[in-house]
């Protein structure tokens, strides 16, 4: 067993350290329950993916039960007759890359502005853009329809497009990590040449890479699985999105448990995707970046 001199109130005494075999059970112990957390997290989207390939006998008479016995496509057949799912898929996608685009670019331009510049007010004028985060956004939900109404923007996307190209937490996370990048290098683009915009684009954006990276994958997932504003500004059955039009799929005289769920599990591959392919690569660098950088 081994032995360690540590201090307690000014005096030095022995202690015991930890053997190997107690660091090894309780590493096996750390392994188990994060293993069983996993599954926690994971058993959902298990059950989705299951159910969308059983019959909908086996939906009915096990519903318990996350195995398809008899693996049968008629749901995907089934949804695809019943919902102009391409169509909507589409239209989920219009909206969620708009938006993902124009949210990295002006997210990135105002963060470059608070982490490049100074100002005047511009302590103040941060604070009260980062106090924007504390209002929920069903106060100025019936603001923001009157005023697009008026605009005559119902029915179409900017509704859904505009209110989200700017906001606070992405300003704030790219800027946190824009005021680490240091001077000399914009120095040294300007003495080259380099504009103002251009130094934007090819020294600052592609530098805060982490940060870029983790705002437009939040912004797309939240446009993508966006239900209330498709519900609210949108009246036009070819203009729905996909979150909403799964949902007309209920049917009053017949529980249909399979469509729904076949859509959910086709709506999230683009998700899975972006987090396989960004996700792995600036999810954790983004999301600590607001965290140790002043």
């Not at 000399?184 to 251009?198: F, P, R, V």
């Not at 949108?234 to 999105?241: A, E, I, R």
Request: net charge positive.
């Amino acid at each position: 067993m081994e032995k360690s001199a540590v201090a307690v109130n000014g005096r030095v005494v022995a202690s015991q350290a930890s053997t190997p075999i107690w660091r090894g059970t309780g590493r096996i112990v750390v392994y188990i329950v994060l293993i069983l957390m996993s599954l926690l997290f994971l058993a959902p989207f298990l059950f989705m993916i299951g159910t969308a390939f059983k019959r909908y006998e086996d939906i009915v008479g096990d519903p318990l039960n996350p195995l398809p016995l008899h693996p049968s496509l008629a749901n995907f057949s089934h949804l695809f007759d019943k919902l102009p799912f391409f169509a909507m898929l589409g239209n989920s996608l219009i909206i969620a890359v708009s938006l993902t685009a124009l949210s990295i670019i002006f997210n990135a331009l105002v963060a470059y502005g608070f982490s490049r510049y100074e100002f005047k007010f511009k302590h103040g004028l941060f604070v009260c853009m980062l106090a924007t985060m504390m209002i929920p956004g069903q106060i100025t939900l019936v603001p923001s329809f009157v005023m697009f109404r008026s605009f005559g923007m119902l029915d179409t996307f900017w509704p859904l497009i505009l209110p989200g190209a700017v906001g606070a937490f992405g300003v704030f996370l790219i800027r946190q990590v824009m005021v680490a990048i240091p001077k000399e290098i914009y120095d040294s683009a300007k003495i080259d040449g380099c504009s103002e915009l251009g130094t934007f684009f090819r020294i600052a954006l592609p530098l805060s890479g982490s940060a870029v990276g983790i705002v437009g994958l939040l912004t797309f997932m939240g446009a993508w699985n966006d239900y209330l504003g498709p519900l609210i500004y949108l009246s036009s059955g070819s203009k729905m999105t996909l979150a909403v039009g799964l949902t007309t799929m209920v049917n009053p005289y017949k529980i249909d448990y399979a469509s729904p769920i076949t859509g959910a599990l086709l709506m999230s591959v683009p998700v899975l995707v972006l987090l396989s392919i960004i996700g792995h690569k600036y999810f954790v660098d983004g999301l600590t970046a607001g965290s140790i950088k002043g």
